[in-house]
């Protein structure tokens, strides 16, 4: 009876197991920002910013993009998470991919997920069916958080997240992206960019304050429900 109460034991805890969470950043420290002041547009402006023990893979790639005339500006910003605000039209975003260095290679004035470094080593197996979790804040509605996963410059899912005006808690199901490009391999994500679209429109300000994966607990539960449903008999034998 003692076994038998000892695997049951054993059970209950794995049908509690909580989800695994994955902090891609906890935004402290800082400021680790890129500037742009942009008079003759499109330009674009790239920063790197080592952060130990702050983001995943150690480091913090920034860039920040112009649409129109203005000033811009994206990263990190002292007590405001990550940030991005513009007085004029156009785009930012910062970039986890374990290597320090971005560069726009195709000199389009943007950047692009197929243009990171992939160096984080990131396995998300038993991530499939978690979620992106955000806290986010926009100043104005329309604004769009574009968030990419890639395991290489050829596989990667895209996430657009729509933003309500103020301060919100946004859940994305990883299986269902926005748009992929070829296959993620979950067991090898080389990298993660979080990218605030104000292209359509002038002075946003945005900031993200929670940028987690939550994963569910690897198929434990399942496995010991299928072990309680199809072990009855060799349970019976194994407590007598």
């Given at each position: 009876?003692k076994k ?5 034991a ?10 695994t969470?994955h902090?891609i ?8 920002l ?5 008079l003759?547009p499109p330009?674009?402006a790239t920063g790197?910013?080592?952060a130990?023990?702050?983001a995943i ?11 129109s005339?203005g000033?811009?500006?994206s990263?990190v910003?002292?007590?405001e998470?990550?940030?991005?605000s513009?007085?004029?039209s156009?785009?930012g975003?910062?970039?986890w991919?374990g290597?320090l260095?971005?560069s726009?290679?195709n000199?389009d004035k943007?950047?692009?997920p197929?243009?990171l470094?992939?160096g984080?080593g ?7 069916d978690?979620t992106?979790e955000v806290?986010?804040f926009?100043?104005l ?6 968030i990419?996963?890639?395991?290489d410059?050829?596989?990667y ?11 919100a808690?946004y859940?994305v199901d990883?299986s269902?992206?926005?748009s992929?490009?070829g296959v993620l391999?979950y067991a090898?994500v ?6 605030v679209?104000?292209t359509?429109?002038d ?26 449903l199809?072990?009855i008999a060799?349970?019976?034998r194994f407590i007598?």
């Amino acid at each position: 009876m003692k076994k038998l109460l000892s695997l049951i034991a054993l059970v209950a805890a794995s049908l509690s197991a909580p989800a695994t969470t994955h902090v891609i950043d906890n935004f402290l420290g800082g400021p680790d920002l890129v500037f742009l002041t942009s008079l003759t547009p499109p330009q674009i402006a790239t920063g790197t910013f080592p952060a130990p023990g702050n983001a995943i893979g150690g480091v913090r790639d920034a860039a920040v993009w112009s649409v129109s005339q203005g000033i811009f500006a994206s990263g990190v910003a002292f007590d405001e998470g990550g940030y991005a605000s513009f007085t004029g039209s156009g785009a930012g975003g910062i970039v986890w991919d374990g290597v320090l260095g971005i560069s726009d290679a195709n000199n389009d004035k943007t950047i692009t997920p197929d243009e990171l470094d992939f160096g984080l080593g990131l396995d998300l197996s038993d991530c499939q069916d978690g979620t992106l979790e955000v806290t986010a804040f926009a100043d104005l509605p329309a604004a769009v958080l574009r968030i990419s996963i890639g395991s290489d410059a050829g596989n990667y899912n895209v996430y657009d997240i729509a933003l309500a005006v103020g301060t919100a808690d946004y859940s994305v199901d990883l299986s269902f992206p926005t748009s992929t490009v070829g296959v993620l391999n979950y067991a090898a994500v080389g990298a993660v960019a979080l990218f605030v679209d104000g292209t359509a429109f002038d002075n946003l300000d945005v900031s993200v304050s929670r940028l987690e994966i939550s994963c569910p607990d690897g198929g434990w539960t399942l496995g010991c429900l299928g072990l309680g449903l199809l072990g009855i008999a060799p349970l019976r034998r194994f407590i007598r």
